[in-house]
């Protein structure tokens, strides 16, 4: 894969990062766009690894990615974990009959056990998705730091920042705002990268003889 191929798959495929997060307020298929935008963008680090012959490029963000990916995960399976546990707690066998749903809510409304159990279990789902999403972003940071140096870009080093800025302060909502930044600061770095000049040494001509 070529120079120009690469960048190209990487702005693009930021780009539908970028507006895979506008569809998490608005629109559909965000995750689909998010997903391939992140593979395309994988590529890309692919292909500008092995054009700047440097592997940390692309294995920290493969190492970022599937970290990512284990984040979503996770969150998930201990969503599901505790939903599950509450409702045993609450005793409904039924989960269709929205009739039992209410009953067995009216009846345990002030059992503080199952609120617990619900209310912890959110807790901790959400606690281990924003450690992995730092630690995918400190991957992300690195790789971009490595583009960086050797594509002479400088615009990755501060997309790469504001990355693991956005991450740390996904605590509250300016870091997905900073994570949002981020991204377009990526579009556009990738985009901005040229193929190296390769400089020559004019030649000199013997001086004329006395």
């Not at 201990?78 to 509450?86: D, G, N, P, R």
């Not at 617990?116 to 730092?134: K, P, Q, R």
């Amino acid at each position: 894969m070529n120079l120009e191929t690469s960048k190209n798959l990487g702005g693009i495929g930021a780009i539908l990062l970028v507006i895979g997060f506008l569809g998490f307020i608005g629109t559909g298929y965000s995750g689909i766009l998010s997903l391939i935008g992140l593979v395309l963008v994988l590529i890309a680090m692919k292909g500008l690894s092995d054009y700047y012959k440097e592997a940390g490029i692309f294995n920290n963000t493969l190492y970022g990615f599937v970290t990512s990916i284990i984040a979503v995960v996770a969150f998930v399976a201990v969503i599901a974990v505790t939903l599950l546990k509450t409702l045993a707690d609450l005793g409904i066998a039924d989960w269709t009959n929205t009739a039992e749903w209410v009953a067995t809510f009216q009846e345990n409304l002030f059992d503080m056990s199952a609120l617990f159990t619900f209310v912890g279990g959110i807790i901790l789902a959400f606690v281990v998705l924003f450690i992995l999403l730092v630690i995918a972003a400190i991957f992300y940071r690195k790789s971009l730091n490595m583009l960086s140096s050797k594509s002479g870009v400088g615009m990755f080093s501060t997309a790469g920042l504001l990355l693991l800025i956005g991450a740390v302060l996904t605590i509250i909502v300016i870091g997905v705002i900073i994570i949002w930044i981020a991204t377009i600061l990526l579009a556009v770095a990738f985009f901005s990268i040229k193929p190296a000049t390769t400089q020559t040494t004019p030649s000199t001509s013997p001086p004329p003889p006395v």
